[in-house]
């Protein structure tokens, strides 16, 4: 069964955003936060962006969402 590695995604998401030459401050005015909490939170994969945040980002970074997201599969 497939299920997302959160820390994996993560730890992707801060090297694509870095990659593409993007701060913390510009993830959070994107986004719409007042703070940079919850993107840390997704660095560390204790939590994930929302579908729309996910949009957002991909849209932001110039990928899919499936380049975000790591995914494993586990045995049924």
């Known amino acids: 069964m497939p299920t997302i590695d959160m820390k994996a995604t993560g730890l992707n998401l801060k090297a694509i955003i870095k990659a593409k030459g993007y701060k913390i401050v510009d993830v959070q005015t994107r986004c719409g936060f007042s703070t940079p ?5 997704w660095f560390r994969g204790d ?9 957002i980002l991909a849209d932001m970074l110039g990928c899919t969402i499936d380049q975000i997201l ?6 049924a």
């Open 70 to 75: 790591i995914i494993t599969k586990t045995p």
């Open 47 to 55: 939590s994930m962006p929302t579908i729309d945040n996910m949009v």
């Open 37 to 41: 909490q919850a993107i840390f939170k």
